[in-house]
Nanobody, 124 residues
């Protein structure tokens, strides 16, 4: 069974930075693409960033391009999202997810496993 555990959320002022991380159990972490999604109150879950199995291909939502960076460490079985220049619209619960394939994808339906989420709150 795959378990994904997020950490690193918190409260930050607008313009600040946070780094959220995702640790995975299981022996096949390096075989699959990973992604970050977020959900604000009353909103649907939305794509943030994705990275393929090797870390060689990444995708970002337009709203976070140039501010967020996704990365992974297949030896440590971890993934991270470095978030810079945060604004209040970035406030949400952030979820890490493991895809069912090697290919990075923006579609949440392609992701088979999800973490419990970590809260990120950006104050103005």
């Amino acid at each position: 069974q795959v378990q994904l555990i997020e950490s690193g959320g918190g409260l930050v002022q607008a313009g600040g930075s946070l780094r959220v991380s995702c640790a995975s159990s299981g022996r096949t972490f390096g075989d699959y693409a990973m992604g970050w999604f977020r959900q604000a109150p009353g909103m649907e879950r939305q794509f943030v960033a994705a990275i393929n199995w090797a870390g060689s291909t990444v995708y970002y939502a337009d709203s976070v391009k140039g501010r967020f960076t996704i990365s992974r460490d297949n030896i440590r079985k971890t993934m991270a999202l470095q978030m810079n220049d945060l604004n209040p619209e970035d406030t949400a619960v952030y979820y890490c997810a493991r895809s069912g394939s090697q290919r990075a994808d923006q579609d949440p339906a392609q992701y088979a496993y999800w973490g419990q989420g970590t809260q990120v709150t950006v104050s103005s």
